[in-house]
């Protein structure tokens, strides 16, 4: 059973940086992705960013297109985002997961979740 810890959330200020982190236990990350989903207060959990684990192919949604930049180290079994530009509305508890089946904008088409890490940008 693999599992998912993330880090390297916390408050900056508008157009600052983070870059957080997804390191998967097991002997390898055997999914065909790993996506990045973020959840503001009141709202639905939404897709952020994907990565082809073995390919390094990315999809971004159009929000953080050009602003952010997900990547992957397959022998650290870690996935990485890198969030540039930061702004007020990208506040939210972000989360990793390993895809299951399915497309890959979609939250009930991941299985296995990290415990989410909370990323506040003042204005």
């Known amino acids: 059973q693999v599992q998912l810890v993330e880090s390297g959330g916390g408050l900056v200020q508008a157009g600052g940086s983070l870059r957080l982190s997804c390191a998967a236990s097991?002997?390898?990350?055997?999914?065909?992705?790993m996506g990045w989903f973020r959840q503001a207060p009141g709202k639905e959990r939404e897709f952020v960013a994907a990565i082809k684990w073995s390919e390094a192919a990315t999809f971004y949604a159009d929000s953080v297109k050009g602003r952010f930049t997900i990547s992957r180290d397959v022998a650290e079994k870690t996935g990485y985002l890198q969030m540039d530009s930061l702004k007020p509305e990208d506040t939210a508890v972000y989360y990793c997961?390993?895809?299951?089946?399915?497309?890959?904008?979609?939250?009930?088409?991941?299985?296995?979740w990290g415990q989410g890490t909370q990323v506040t940008v003042s204005s």
């Open positions: 997961a390993a895809h299951n089946f399915g497309a890959i904008y979609y939250p009930k088409n991941y299985n296995i």
């Open positions: 097991g002997r390898t990350f055997s999914r065909y992705y």
